[in-house]
């Protein structure tokens, strides 16, 4: 198991499950918050090696998140997952430096979005 960290800000229990399962195999301390503002406080208190954000969700957007992350930590790896992206919102994501998925995805899209954002986690 590698000793790194993932923050996951994901309100969808589904998605959250698929998310949990795969990031639990790839990382030691996996923090999921409910909320952009239940997320945004982790980022005060804690330092992630990936943030995975969904972009709708209660309190603060994944773009609110994605932003403050970067503001803490400019070059943390970031992926940002939705089902409603348009494309001034993709637009604005990649250029603050994510990745977006697109929702319905499946396991083995989303361990190689990981893995393309953080290729030093073990095989």
Request: proline residues 6%; charged residues 30%.
């Amino acid at each position: 198991m590698h000793d790194r960290s993932v923050l996951i800000a994901e309100d969808d229990p589904l998605v959250l499950d698929v998310l949990v399962r795969i990031c639990k195999d790839l990382f030691a301390d996996v923090v999921v918050r409910d909320s952009g503002s239940e997320a945004m406080r982790a980022l005060e208190s804690q330092s992630f090696d990936l943030l995975i954000t969904d972009l709708r969700m209660p309190g603060e957007s994944g773009l609110a998140l994605l932003a403050e992350s970067r503001r803490r930590a400019p070059t943390r790896p970031t992926l940002l997952i939705s089902g409603y992206a348009d494309e001034d919102v993709v637009s604005e994501a990649r250029r603050l430096g994510a990745e977006v998925l697109h929702k319905p995805f499946g396991a083995v899209v989303l361990r190689q979005a990981i893995r393309t954002l953080c290729p030093d986690l073990p095989r």
